[in-house]
């Protein structure tokens, strides 16, 4: 009874868990792109090492060695892989890293000082990097482990006491891979949880696309990693900017991402694109008014012609009157992905009036319009785009079969006002495009779309337009995690 207790309570869960509208698998092909730009990070990142100063006595001399900088870090071996349960692991083997420092020496009234290059050679670093959703639903590191050795010093001591120096050299410099074994862990905590976490915080969540809408790219669980890829799943959800805790229940086909040639995958479902189109429609955008001389000149004499009988019927003043065409999309749109492609379909109302000066209107036909639009997808940057098509087209009344044979001699002239007056003001639209959950600078390169039954994918290589240092100096500033929440690495686990 209890087994069947936990599968229901298990199934009861599944049942319930919100499917996500996109996704992103990031594949062990970018990681040789990402180790790169990471190492430079990491060696910046070493050079801001702070070890305290050294002083000793040995016998009649006293030495003292301060100001001990990183210079620079030479790596022989290094390896970045994705690690189940751990996220993201970095191995460095072998490495060397450049010292300097000044170093004083008293032998009773002699004294000797001056700069000198070190070099701690031997250097091993096993670091991980835990990956997991916050409360707000962003990506974030919430654990570094860290181990780290430095196997040994060498310092090219010169000058008048160099014979002492090199008498002293083992002293000097065991206390000196003691205390830097002490200290690059706690430099790749402070990397890991504080500074790749301001750049984490450039990811959007919930954020405006435009006046009308906004986006949510909530984390819905914590990142999957295997052995080849991390996989992270998005609400990618729209809603309307007046309506904010308003969302679309997801019905759709959860997108599938199978493939590992590219670096990084994208899935879109067709929810995200129906909560777009349906947060437009909430948000009273999808209508347009044409009036006057916004109404195309040979519409404008068909139109009249179609509805000379009505016209003539009325008085004087308002036959003359400006044309008036109105658009207005009467139910959500609704999108559907095929291998074949992408379409949108639309149901809309075409009302035909005259308005003459200070006079209400005076309606003489009202119609309906279904369209169908081909939709081409494309990923540039770190933007989505979408180019529209009218494809179908077709008018009818809402009053009469006879009526709907009337509006025959319409449907060219309509569909050639659709094609050059209205599309090109959608597609100004749609192709400035919805940006997707990237980091700021890392963009998309050499982007291949294919379609599914019910979603879309699109793989493309990484692209660094800025350094990771660049890139969190400038969000430093900005940073609204709470001030209060520790930093503090956890006790080292270097090996000295």
């Known amino acids: 009874m209890a087994l069947l207790g936990t599968l229901f309570l298990a199934l009861l869960a599944g049942a319930h868990a919100e499917l996500p509208g996109c996704k992103i698998r990031i594949t062990s092909k970018a990681l040789e792109l990402v180790k790169q730009e990471g190492l430079r990070f990491l060696e910046q990142e070493l050079e801001t090492i702070t070890i305290p100063d050294l002083r000793g006595r040995e016998g009649q001399f006293y030495y003292n060695i301060s100001e ?38 008293v032998y009773w009234f002699f004294y000797d000082g001056g700069y000198i290059n070190a070099s701690a050679e031997g250097v091993s670093i096993r ?89 949510d790219y909530s984390l819905l669980k914590d990142p999957v990693a295997s052995a080849s890829n991390l996989d992270m799943d998005f609400r990618g959800a729209f809603f309307p900017l007046s309506e904010w805790n308003w969302s679309l229940p997801n019905q759709a086909v959860e997108p599938q991402l199978q493939e590992e040639e590219r670096m990084v995958y994208v899935a879109f479902s067709e ?16 209508q347009l008014s044409l009036v006057g001389d916004k109404v195309p000149h040979d519409l404008d004499i068909v139109l009249r012609a179609s509805y000379f009988g009505s016209i003539v019927l009325l008085s004087p003043a308002v ?101 050059i007056g209205v599309m090109p003001m959608i597609n100004e639209q749609t192709w400035r495009g919805v940006q997707i959950p990237l980091p700021e600078g890392i963009s998309f390169v050499r982007e291949v779309v294919e379609n599914h039954a ?29 001030p209060q929440a520790s930093t503090a690495p956890p006790p080292s686990a270097a090996a000295v």
């Open 68 to 105: 001990v900088k990183v210079t620079e870090l030479q790596l022989t071996s290094s390896e970045l892989h994705f690690q189940p349960e751990q996220e993201l692991m970095l191995q460095i083997t072998n490495a060397s890293l450049g010292l300097r420092f000044r170093r004083q020496l």
């Open 319 to 419: 036959i003359d009157s400006p044309l008036k065409l109105e658009l207005r999309v009467l139910a959500p749109p609704r999108c559907t992905i095929k291998p074949s492609g992408a379409t949108v379909s639309v149901t809309a109302s075409v009302t035909i009036a005259l308005v003459p000066p200070n006079q209400p209107e005076v309606q003489l036909s009202s119609m309906t319009m279904d369209l169908r639009l081909s939709a081409k997808m494309a990923l540039r940057g770190k933007a989505l785009r979408t180019q529209l098509d009218l494809r179908r087209f077709r008018i009818y009344s809402n009053q009469s079969a006879l009526e709907s044979l009337a509006l025959i001699p319409l449907q060219a002239p309509l569909k050639t006002m659709l094609q």
């Open 271 to 286: 929810y995200f694109f129906d909560s777009a189109l349906e947060s437009y429609f909430r948000a009273g955008v999808l």
């Open 127 to 215: 670091t991980g990097l835990q990956l997991s959703r916050d409360p707000a639903g962003r990506i974030k590191v919430s654990n570094v482990s860290c181990q780290a050795s430095v196997s040994r010093m060498h310092a090219a001591f010169g000058g008048t006491f160099k014979k002492v120096y090199e008498f002293l050299s083992t002293f000097i410099t065991s206390g000196m891979r003691f205390l830097l074994n002490q200290q690059i862990c706690p430099v790749l905590h402070h990397a890991g949880t504080v500074l790749l976490n301001t750049l984490l915080d450039t990811v959007p969540v919930r954020s405006s696309v435009d006046k009308y809408v906004g986006i």
């Open 454 to 482: 019910g979603f879309l994918t699109i793989g493309a290589d990484l692209h660094f337009a800025k350094g990771l240092r660049e890139v969190i100096e400038k969000n430093r500033a900005a940073d609204t995690r709470d």
